[in-house]
């Protein structure tokens, strides 16, 4: 898929087919996050293959917008480390570079994904952080929820003119 054709046309998708998703595409996602731009070239993401259905169920119980995971084949999990030595301010745009690339890398491949934010709500931070044995000082940041799409979306033009300022606002 071209690029520009992938940006246009990626929607969120949260209906999947029960088919599993193999090893091969998901490392081909996590390729795609760990491609992403960050500040300094520091890389501050780790990310959790979850395909356990106990576990993406349990998500879903206690993320109120997280209900897909139930019926979802497998998520990701991006975890950031804020104590990076220069650049410890820009994780959370990092995270979302790679969040972002790791969605197109879905959609290129087939697959319907979407994006389940964590980070900053304090109470689901802390009890993803408990369910995965994260380590006090990573911040569970966010989740993208993976599988065969089992609903159609087409792409739609959100261009707008008047949020566009030449030279000066
Ligand atoms: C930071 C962030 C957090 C999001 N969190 C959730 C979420 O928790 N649950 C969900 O179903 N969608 C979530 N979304 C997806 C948005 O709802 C979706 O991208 C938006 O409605 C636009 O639709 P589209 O992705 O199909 O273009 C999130 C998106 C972003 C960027």
């Not at 979850?50 to 897909?68: C, F, G, Q, T």
């Not at 139930?70 to 995270?95: E, G, H, T």
């Not at 890398?105 to 802390?126: C, F, M, N, R, S």
Request: charged share 25%; hydrophobic share 40%.
């Amino acid at each position: 898929m071209e690029t520009m054709e992938a940006i246009f046309s990626r929607r969120s998708i949260r209906k999947y087919l029960p088919d599993p998703v193999s090893r091969d595409r998901i490392e081909n996602i996590l390729k795609a996050g760990m491609s992403a731009p960050s500040a300094g070239d520091e890389q501050p993401w780790h990310f959790i293959i979850i395909n356990r259905h106990d576990l993406l169920e349990k998500i879903s119980e206690m993320h109120p917008y997280a209900k897909m995971l139930k019926n979802a084949p497998a998520a990701l999990l991006i975890c950031a480390d804020p104590d990076v030595p220069k650049f410890k301010d820009y994780w959370v745009q990092d995270c979302s570079a790679a969040c972002e690339n790791m969605l197109l890398a879905a959609h290129d491949q087939g697959l319907g994904a979407v994006w389940i934010g964590i980070y900053p709500a304090e109470k689901l931070v802390t009890g993803i952080r408990e369910m995965f044995n994260i380590p006090g000082q990573m911040v569970p940041f966010s989740a993208i929820a993976i599988g065969y799409p089992a609903e159609e979306k087409s792409g739609r033009s959100r261009y707008d003119a008047s949020r566009v300022h030449d030279n000066s606002w």
